[in-house]
């Protein structure tokens, strides 16, 4: 099965930075596009950067400037550099890929979702 694990998050104050990051693992051809979301309490899942497979990177316009996803193929992880955090970036972040999987003779492509990890930006 395939995998996708989180880490990097934690409690930072106002201007301060997180990395985050994504590995995936399992049963994996190749990895399309990868993604960064936020989702904040009461509030729907938002996407916050994205990255394709041939590294052309698309940000909300909220953390233009300030945030910087990245990917490392070799390893199979998605990073999330996040810098002069505001207390508005609190949430909770998951990663998500676009996963190809393959068999003999046929190959499959669906979204995974990591587990989230919390970022909480205060003072």
């Known amino acids: 099965q395939v995998q996708l694990v989180e880490s990097g998050g934690g409690l930072v104050q106002p201007g301060g930075s997180l990395r985050l990051s994504c590995a995936a693992s399992?049963?994996?051809?190749?990895?399309?596009?990868m993604r960064w979301y936020c989702q904040a309490p009461g509030k729907q899942r938002e996407l916050v950067a994205s990255?394709?497979?041939?590294?052309?990177?698309n940000y909300v316009d909220s953390v233009k400037g300030r945030f910087t996803i990245s990917r490392d193929n070799a390893q199979k992880t998605v990073y999330l550099q996040m810098n002069t955090l505001k207390p508005e970036d609190t949430a909770v972040y998951y990663c998500?890929?676009?996963?190809?999987?393959?068999?003999?003779?046929?190959?499959?492509?669906?979204?995974?979702w990591g587990q989230g990890t919390q970022v909480t930006v205060s003072s």
């Open positions: 990255i394709t497979s041939g590294g052309t990177t």
């Open positions: 399992g049963s994996i051809f190749s990895i399309g596009a």
């Open positions: 998500n890929a676009d996963i190809i999987q393959q068999s003999q003779h046929y190959a499959y492509q669906r979204a995974y």
